[in-house]
C-alpha cells in the first residue's frame, strides 16, 4: 500500500477505501487546480487550490507538495494562505534566474508565483480579480507577498489564472503572462520585463469551445516530431461548463506566437457559439470528465513538457464520497506534438508509477478471442494493463475493469463507429449526484487494424491512453474494495488478442 509522507516525515497509511495509491491527494480537506507548477534543483513543485480548514470549496490558499521524481510527493505546510482582504486564486510560479523582479539578489535569485487575488467585500478593490506577486528565496519553503500588489488590475470581476514564461524571441526577451477574462472567452496576454509592470499585447477568442468560462490558459511551444526545426506553439484553454463529456474540460489550439499574438491553425468555430454539432472536431486535452485544469510545469530540464490536471469535475466535485479529503490530481502527462494524416495533434504519455520491477505481471497472448468474456487471473485495483487488439470482424471488444458481483467499469470499443467508449453506471457508487453515472466517448481510428490500450487503474480513477496517448480518458469510479475483477471480451466473432498485459500491486 502507498502512502503520504508529510514534509515532518511522519506518514500516513492511506486507510480509506478511494485514497489514491499513486495520485496526489492532500492529506485532508479540499483540492482543486494545480498551481505554480515549476521545477528547481531537482524538485518538482506542485501548488494548487486548497483550504486548510474543510473539506469544501473556500478559504482558497495555495497548498503544496514536492517530489524527486513525478511519482511520490512530500505534503508541505500551505504555501500561500488566504486572509480577510483576497483569496489566492489559480496562478503560476516561474524560477527568476537572473532576478529581474529585484525581489531577490545574484546570488540568490527568487522563485515568483504570480497568482490571482480574489478580493474581498473588506479590501480596497471589493470585488475584483487581479494578479500579484510572492516569492521565495528559500526555494518555495516560506513565501512572502508583494508589497506592491495587485501588479496588473484590469478593474474586472473575472480576470484570473496567469500562466507566466520567460519569451526570447524575433520580437525579444520578455515574460509574458497568459490570463483570461474568463465570462468573456478571451485569453488576454502581457509582457514585462521585471513581472511587476505589465503592457497588454493582445486578445485570443472566443472561439472552438464557448460553453462555459475560459479558465487556467497556458502556452507553449513544441517540436513537431520531434525535429526542432519544425515548431508549434500550443495553447491550453479549460473551460467550466461545456466540455465534451459534460461540465468540465480543457482543450487545446495549435498554432504560432510571434511573441505578441497566438495565431491558432487550428480554430474550427469563432466567437460565442450557440451551436455544439462541431464540438467532436475541436482538440480536447481528454474525453472524459475528470481532467480539468490541466496546465504545465516550468523550468523543466531538457525541454521536457509535462501537465497535470484536477481529475474530477465541478458538476459533482464537492459531493464525492471521500470524507475528509476530496480530490486528486491526475498522473503526470508528457506532451508531445505529432503529425497525423497531416494534422498535428497533442500526445501524452503518462508518468509510469508502476516499474515492474515492483508489482506482480500477469500476461495473456498472442491468441485469438473468442466471442465472449475472458477472465484475466489478476485482482486489478491499482494497476497498468497494456492491451493491444485486433478487433477483425467483432462488433465491439474491451475490458471490464474493477469488476464484482454487482459493480463493473466497462471500456468498449465499437467497430461500427471507430468509438471507444467508458461505461461507468455501474461503477460503484454513483448516487451521489445524477450527473454521474454516465458513458465517455472518443474516436479512436485503428491503425494497421490495431488498437491499442494503456490503462491506468487506481481506487477511484480510470485513465485511459489511446493509441500511445492520441487520445486519452479520465473518469473517477468509487467501486467497493472487494470489486478488482478484470476480463477481456469481444462480441462477435474474428477478433484476435495480440498481447495482454497487467502490472499491478
Not at 171 to 186: P, T
Not at 417 to 440: K, W
Request: one cysteine or more; hydrophobic letters at 40%.
Amino acid at each position: 500500500m502507498n502512502s503520504l509522507t508529510t514534509a515532518a516525515g511522519a506518514t500516513l497509511a492511506a486507510t480509506d477505501q478511494y485514497r489514491p495509491a499513486f495520485h496526489y491527494t492532500a492529506e485532508r480537506n479540499w483540492l482543486n487546480d494545480p498551481n505554480g507548477l515549476v521545477y528547481l534543483n531537482g524538485t518538482y513543485h506542485l501548488f494548487y487550490q486548497h483550504n486548510p480548514f474543510g473539506a469544501d470549496w473556500g478559504n482558497m490558499s495555495w497548498g503544496h507538495a514536492t517530489s524527486r521524481d513525478l511519482l511520490h510527493w512530500d505534503e508541505q505546510p500551505v504555501a500561500i494562505p488566504c486572509d480577510e482582504h483576497e483569496a489566492i486564486f489559480s496562478g503560476s510560479a516561474v524560477f527568476d534566474q537572473h532576478n529581474t523582479s529585484g525581489l531577490g539578489t545574484a546570488a540568490n535569485p527568487p522563485l515568483v508565483a504570480i497568482y490571482t487575488s480574489a478580493y474581498s467585500d473588506a479590501a480596497p478593490l471589493p470585488g475584483r480579480q487581479a494578479q500579484s506577486l510572492a516569492y521565495s528565496l528559500d526555494e518555495g519553503r516560506t513565501w512572502t507577498k508583494y508589497h506592491g500588489n495587485p501588479v496588473l488590475d484590469r478593474a474586472s470581476a473575472d480576470f484570473r489564472d496567469p500562466k507566466v514564461f520567460w519569451y526570447d524571441g524575433g520580437a525579444g526577451s520578455y515574460w509574458v503572462m497568459v490570463a483570461v477574462e474568463a465570462v468573456q472567452r478571451q485569453v488576454v496576454l502581457y509582457k514585462s520585463a521585471d513581472l511587476k509592470a505589465w503592457e497588454h499585447l493582445s486578445t485570443f477568442g472566443p472561439a472552438n469551445a464557448t460553453g462555459g468560462v475560459w479558465e487556467c490558459p497556458d502556452l507553449f511551444e513544441l517540436p513537431v516530431d520531434g525535429n526542432p526545426e519544425d515548431n508549434r506553439w500550443v495553447l491550453i484553454v479549460n473551460i467550466n461548463p461545456g466540455g465534451i463529456a459534460g461540465g468540465s474540460a480543457g482543450q487545446y489550439f495549435v498554432g504560432e506566437f510571434d511573441g505578441v499574438a497566438f495565431h491558432s491553425g487550428s480554430t474550427v468555430t469563432e466567437g460565442l457559439q450557440k451551436d455544439s454539432s462541431r464540438m467532436r472536431e475541436y482538440g480536447w486535452l481528454d474525453w472524459g470528465r475528470d481532467y480539468y485544469a490541466a496546465v504545465s510545469f516550468s523550468n523543466v530540464p531538457d525541454g521536457r513538457r509535462i501537465m497535470i490536471g484536477w481529475m474530477n469535475n465541478w458538476d459533482y466535485a464537492r459531493e464525492t464520497p471521500t470524507g475528509g479529503w476530496r480530490s486528486a490530481m491526475s498522473l503526470p502527462r508528457e506532451v508531445s506534438l505529432t503529425r497525423v494524416d497531416g494534422k498535428v495533434m497533442l500526445r501524452q504519455q503518462a508518468i509510469d508509477p508502476l516499474p515492474e520491477r515492483e508489482t506482480g505481471h500477469v500476461r495473456l497472448g498472442p491468441q485469438p478471442l473468442a466471442s465472449g468474456v475472458l477472465d484475466v487471473p489478476a485482482a486489478a485495483s491499482v494497476a497498468r494493463i497494456d492491451v493491444e487488439l485486433e478487433p477483425g470482424a467483432a462488433a465491439g471488444v474491451g475490458l471490464v475493469l474493477r469488476a464484482g458481483d454487482d459493480e463493473r467499469t466497462v471500456l468498449r470499443y465499437d467497430t461500427s463507429d471507430g468509438m471507444l467508449r467508458l461505461d461507468r453506471r455501474e461503477s460503484g457508487q454513483v448516487a451521489f449526484h445524477e450527473t454521474f453515472p454516465s458513458i465517455e466517448a472518443m474516436a479512436v481510428p485503428l491503425q494497421g487494424g490495431r488498437l491499442r490500450l494503456r490503462v491506468y487503474l487506481d481506487r477511484c480513477s480510470v485513465e485511459v491512453f489511446a493509441q500511445d496517448g492520441l487520445a486519452t480518458l479520465t473518469d473517477l469510479v468509487f467501486p467497493g474494495e472487494a470489486s478488482t475483477g478484470l476480463a477481456i471480451f469481444a462480441e462477435g466473432e474474428g477478433a484476435h488478442l495480440v498481447v495482454l498485459d497487467v502490472v499491478g500491486r
